[in-house]
C-alpha cells in the first residue's frame, strides 16, 4: 500500500472513533451499583429503627447476547469494610416489580426503602452504634444476572447515617 493510499484510510479510521461510531462498551453481563444510599437512625427505650433509600443502577453494555432478567437476592447494611453485616438481610421495598429486564445498551435504575420500624420491628440498641460509626457503613446485596451464572456482587460507597 502506497502512503497516498494509507493517509486516507487512516484519517476515515480516526474520523469514525472520533464521531463514537466505535463501541468499547464491554459489558456483556449487567454491571449493578448502588447509587445514592442514605439512612436515617432512631433510638427508643425499644431499640433502634432504621430507615434507608438507595437506587440500584443495572448496565448493560450493547455487546450482549441479549436481554438479561435481573433478580434481587438479598441486601444489608455492613461496616466500611464489609468485615460485618449490622441489618441482615435489609428489609427492602421497591415500586417496580421484580425482576426486571435490561436491554443491551440500555440502564435500568430501580430505587429501594427500608424501614425497619414499619411492622413494628426494632433492632437491638446496640446496632445504633454500629450504623453511626464514624469509619461509616455501606450498602451491600447480589443480584442474579440471567446472562451470568451465580449471583454478582454490589456495594454502596460508603457513607454515614444520619444520627441521633
Same mark, same amino acid.
Given at each position: 500500500?502506497?502512503?497516498?493510499?494509507?493517509?486516507?484510510?487512516?484519517?476515515?479510521?480516526?474520523?469514525?472513533?472520533?464521531?463514537?461510531?466505535?463501541?468499547?462498551?464491554?459489558?456483556?453481563?449487567?454491571?449493578?451499583?448502588?447509587?445514592?444510599?442514605?439512612?436515617?437512625?432512631?433510638?427508643?427505650?425499644? *431499640?433502634?429503627?432504621?430507615?434507608?433509600?438507595?437506587?440500584?443502577?443495572?448496565?448493560?453494555?450493547?455487546?450482549?447476547?441479549?436481554?438479561?432478567?435481573?433478580?434481587?437476592?438479598?441486601?444489608?447494611?455492613?461496616?466500611?469494610?464489609?468485615?460485618?453485616?449490622?441489618?441482615?438481610?435489609?428489609?427492602?421495598?421497591?415500586?417496580?416489580?421484580?425482576?426486571?429486564?435490561?436491554?443491551?445498551?440500555?440502564?435500568?435504575?430501580?430505587?429501594?426503602?427500608?424501614?425497619?420500624?414499619?411492622?413494628? *420491628?426494632?433492632?437491638?440498641?446496640?446496632?445504633?452504634?454500629?450504623?453511626?460509626?464514624?469509619? *461509616?457503613?455501606?450498602?451491600?446485596?447480589?443480584?442474579?444476572?440471567?446472562?451470568?451464572?451465580?449471583?454478582?456482587?454490589?456495594?454502596?460507597?460508603?457513607?454515614?447515617?444520619?444520627?441521633?
Amino acid at each position: 500500500m502506497n502512503a497516498r493510499a494509507w493517509l486516507p484510510a487512516a484519517a476515515a479510521t480516526l474520523a469514525a472513533a472520533a464521531s463514537g461510531c466505535i463501541d468499547t462498551d464491554a459489558a456483556v453481563f449487567v454491571e449493578p451499583s448502588i447509587a445514592a444510599p442514605e439512612a436515617t437512625v432512631s433510638t427508643s427505650a425499644l *431499640g433502634t429503627s432504621l430507615e434507608a433509600r438507595f437506587t440500584l443502577e443495572l448496565h448493560l453494555g450493547p455487546r450482549a447476547s441479549g436481554p438479561s432478567r435481573v433478580a434481587i437476592r438479598a441486601f444489608e447494611i455492613a461496616s466500611a469494610d464489609q468485615e460485618t453485616s449490622i441489618v441482615a438481610p435489609l428489609p427492602v421495598e421497591t415500586a417496580t416489580a421484580l425482576p426486571v429486564e435490561v436491554a443491551p445498551g440500555s440502564d435500568v435504575t430501580v430505587a429501594f426503602t427500608a424501614d425497619t420500624a414499619a411492622e413494628g *420491628g426494632t433492632l437491638p440498641i446496640d446496632a445504633a452504634a454500629a450504623l453511626c460509626a464514624a469509619e *461509616g457503613i455501606r450498602i451491600t446485596g447480589s443480584i442474579e444476572d440471567s446472562l451470568e451464572d451465580g449471583a454478582t456482587p454490589v456495594a454502596s460507597a460508603v457513607f454515614h447515617a444520619r444520627c441521633p
